[in-house]
């Protein structure tokens, strides 16, 4: 089972939560009704385990405390409208690595990308963030691998998706990779999502070029 860690934290941006967790919650959901085990297991953690407030003020409560996290095989960073704020805060910096360490795929939504650009993750790799963040996160990372207007990058460990709904691309990318394409076409249908499994782009098709 695919043990799949979503981080949360205050001022988090709603949908970058909620995309991830509903696809891959719905994926598991799909898999066990047509017979199947248990295939995600889905945790939303945060700093300390305590509640967080969301960007307009949707409360939300963690599982866990990242500190009770000893597994990770996905770790989703979500992003915020606040994001200097929040890449400024040691507890989620802190939260950050550590669960970068744990996991076997770290991805980010929207502009969670800046959380990992501060951790060196995206160092000489491809990426994305929102569309208005691409030539600011360039900047500060002095990387001209941003990709705009793509709903998720794969770089094979770290996997980046452009803003807001683009999280939910990503996810159902995410459970493509992890349990194949006819599950992830159930899971977009389930959700009543127009997914296109072909719109990212994937560090072999850059290598391709």
């Given at each position: 089972?695919?043990?799949?860690?979503?981080?949360?934290?205050?001022?988090?941006?709603?949908?970058?939560?909620?995309?991830?967790?509903?696809?891959?919650?719905?994926?598991?959901?799909?898999?066990?009704?047509?017979?199947?085990?248990?295939?995600?297991?889905?945790?939303?953690?945060?700093?300390?385990?305590?509640?967080?407030?969301?960007?307009?003020?949707?409360?939300?409560?963690?599982?866990?405390?990242?500190?009770?996290?000893?597994?990770?095989?996905?770790?989703?960073?979500?992003?915020?409208?606040?994001?200097?704020a929040v890449c400024a805060s040691p507890e989620v910096a802190d939260?950050?690595?550590?669960?970068?360490?744990?996991?076997?795929?770290?991805?980010?939504?929207?502009?969670?990308?800046?959380?990992?650009?501060d951790q060196g993750a995206l160092d000489g790799l491809p990426w994305?963030?929102?569309?208005?963040?691409?030539?600011?996160?360039?900047?500060?990372?002095?990387?001209?691998?941003?990709?705009?207007?793509?709903?998720?990058?794969?770089?094979?460990?770290?996997?980046?998706?452009?803003?807001?709904?683009?999280?939910?691309?990503?996810?159902?990318?995410?459970?493509?990779?992890?349990?194949?394409?006819?599950?992830?076409?159930?899971?977009?249908?389930?959700?009543?999502?127009?997914?296109?499994?072909?719109?990212?782009?994937?560090?072999?098709?850059?290598?391709?070029?």
């Open positions: 089972m695919n043990r799949v860690v979503i981080l949360v934290f205050e001022q988090v941006d709603l949908l970058d939560v909620g995309g991830p967790y509903e696809v891959f919650l719905t994926a598991d959901r799909l898999h066990q009704r047509s017979g199947g085990s248990p295939i995600f297991e889905v945790i939303v953690a945060s700093p300390d385990g305590e509640p967080v407030t969301s960007f307009g003020g949707m409360g939300l409560v963690p599982q866990l405390a990242v500190s009770e996290v000893d597994q990770a095989d996905v770790v989703v960073v979500p992003g915020a409208v606040a994001i200097d939260a950050v690595a550590a669960l970068t360490r744990l996991a076997t795929t770290t991805a980010s939504v929207c502009t969670g990308a800046f959380l990992l650009a994305t963030t929102h569309f208005e963040d691409v030539a600011g996160l360039g900047q500060r990372i002095s990387s001209d691998k941003g990709l705009e207007r793509v709903r998720w990058v794969d770089a094979g460990a770290v996997v980046t998706a452009g803003g807001l709904s683009n999280g939910l691309a990503m996810s159902l990318h995410l459970v493509e990779r992890l349990a194949g394409r006819e599950l992830a076409v159930a899971t977009a249908t389930q959700i009543e999502y127009d997914w296109d499994p072909d719109d990212g782009f994937t560090l072999r098709q850059q290598s391709e070029s």
